[in-house]
């Protein structure tokens, strides 16, 4: 049974910082793409930022370049999401997803978590 399960969502002010982490189970960690994705309220869940199976590969989307990074530790088959300088736009909830193929279309991941809750205050 594959769970995939996240941690480190909150509420942050502005200019704040969280480190989202995921932690797999279930699953050959290693062989599969990740990936975040993020749904605020009356919104589509939209991309966030992915990560190749071995790490070698990552993209955001542009509305979090050069404040959120993705990373994976394989070995103990987890993936994080570092979020600097946020925004109130960045609410949302941000779910972790786990993929045989790297794509930024949330219809492409097998597995999905339950999400975790992110709120920027202003």
């Known amino acids: 049974q594959v769970q995939l399960v996240e941690s480190g969502g909150g509420l942050v002010q502005a200019g704040g910082s969280l480190r989202l982490s995921c932690a797999a189970s279930g699953l050959t960690f290693s062989s599969y793409a990740m990936g975040w994705f993020r749904q605020a309220p009356g919104k589509e869940r939209e991309f966030v930022s992915h990560i190749s199976s071995s790490g070698g590969y990552t993209s955001s989307a542009d509305s979090v370049k050069g404040r959120f990074t993705i990373s994976r530790d394989n070995a103990k088959k987890m993936v994080y999401l570092q979020m600097n300088s946020l925004k109130p736009e960045d609410t949302a909830v941000y779910y972790c997803?786990?993929?045989?193929?790297?794509?930024?279309?949330?219809?492409?991941?097998?597995?999905w978590g339950q999400g975790t809750q992110v709120t920027v205050s202003s």
């Open positions: 997803a786990a993929g045989t193929v790297l794509t930024t279309k949330s219809p492409g991941y097998n597995y």
